[in-house]
C-alpha cells in the first residue's frame, strides 16, 4: 500500500526564522511528488518534482527531492505570516495521487 | 476561468439522506477524483476516474457512488448518509493520470446529523 508520511505534525516559529519540512514515501511506481499549500480553503500548488536532486524555487521556497532515499524536502527562509497554513505533500504512482497528512506551520509575528 | 467547480460548498444532510456532490471541469483533463479530508487524516481517495466511462476505487469508497458519462462532469453520490461521512470533499482534476499538477475544486463541506 502507498505510504507518504510528512514531519513534524506541526511547527510554530517566529517571522524571519528558516523552516524545513519533511515528506518521506513508498509509492510503487513512483511518476512525481507534489507539494501544496493549503490554508482555508483547497490545496494550491507549489511545485512538482520528478528528478533527485534538482532543486525547484520560487521566490522564498525551495523543494528537492531524494529518489534513492525516498524523500524530499520543503524549505521556507525568511517565514512571514502569510506563510501560515498546512503544508501536503502528495506522491504520484499507478493512477493514484496518495497524500500525507500535512504539516501545519504557524508564523508567529 | 472556471477550472473545477463543485456544488454545493455548504450541505446539512439527516442520516440515511442521499445526495450527490457536483463536479465539473472545463480543461478537458482526462483524469478526475474525489478526496475526503478529515482532522488528522489527510486528503483520502475515495473514487477516481482517467477518462469517460471509467471510474476506480481509492481508498476509501464504501457508502459512495460515482460515475463519469462525460469527459467534463464527475459527480459523487452519497447513498444513505452516515454521520460518519462528515467531512470536506475536494474534488480534483489532472491531464492524463497522476503526475500532473492536479488542480482542486473549492471544496463542499458536508455536515451528516
Known amino acids: 500500500e502507498d505510504k507518504v508520511v510528512q514531519s513534524p505534525l506541526s511547527l510554530v516559529v517566529h517571522e524571519g526564522d528558516t523552516v524545513t519540512l519533511n515528506c518521506s514515501y513508498e509509492v510503487t511506481n513512483f511518476r512525481s511528488l507534489l507539494w501544496y499549500k493549503q490554508e482555508k480553503k483547497a490545496p494550491t500548488f507549489l511545485f512538482m518534482l520528478?528528478?533527485?536532486?534538482i532543486e525547484k524555487k520560487s521566490g522564498r521556497l525551495s523543494s528537492i527531492l531524494d529518489k534513492k532515499e525516498l524523500f524530499s524536502i520543503l524549505n521556507i527562509t525568511a517565514t512571514q505570516t502569510g506563510d501560515s497554513a498546512v503544508y501536503l505533500c502528495a506522491v504520484a504512482g499507478n493512477e493514484k495521487l496518495t497524500f500525507g497528512t500535512g504539516t501545519r506551520l504557524t508564523i508567529i509575528p | 476561468n472556471a477550472g473545477v467547480t463543485q456544488t454545493p460548498k455548504f450541505q446539512v444532510l439527516k442520516t440515511g439522506q442521499s445526495m450527490t456532490l457536483q463536479c465539473a471541469q472545463d480543461m478537458n483533463h482526462e483524469y478526475m477524483s474525489w478526496y475526503r479530508q478529515d482532522p488528522g487524516m489527510g486528503l483520502r481517495l475515495i473514487h477516481y476516474?482517467?477518462?469517460?466511462?471509467?471510474?476506480d476505487q481509492g481508498e476509501v469508497p464504501n457508502g459512495y457512488n460515482v460515475s463519469r458519462s462525460t469527459t467534463e462532469d464527475f459527480p459523487l453520490r452519497l447513498l444513505s448518509a452516515a454521520p460518519s461521512q462528515t467531512s470536506v470533499y475536494f474534488c480534483?482534476?489532472?491531464?492524463?493520470?497522476?503526475?500532473?499538477?492536479?488542480?482542486f475544486g473549492e471544496g463542499s463541506w458536508l455536515t451528516v446529523v
Open positions: 480534483a482534476s489532472s491531464y492524463a493520470n497522476s503526475g500532473n499538477t492536479i488542480y
Open positions: 476516474s482517467v477518462g469517460a466511462g471509467i471510474t
Open positions: 520528478t528528478s533527485s536532486g
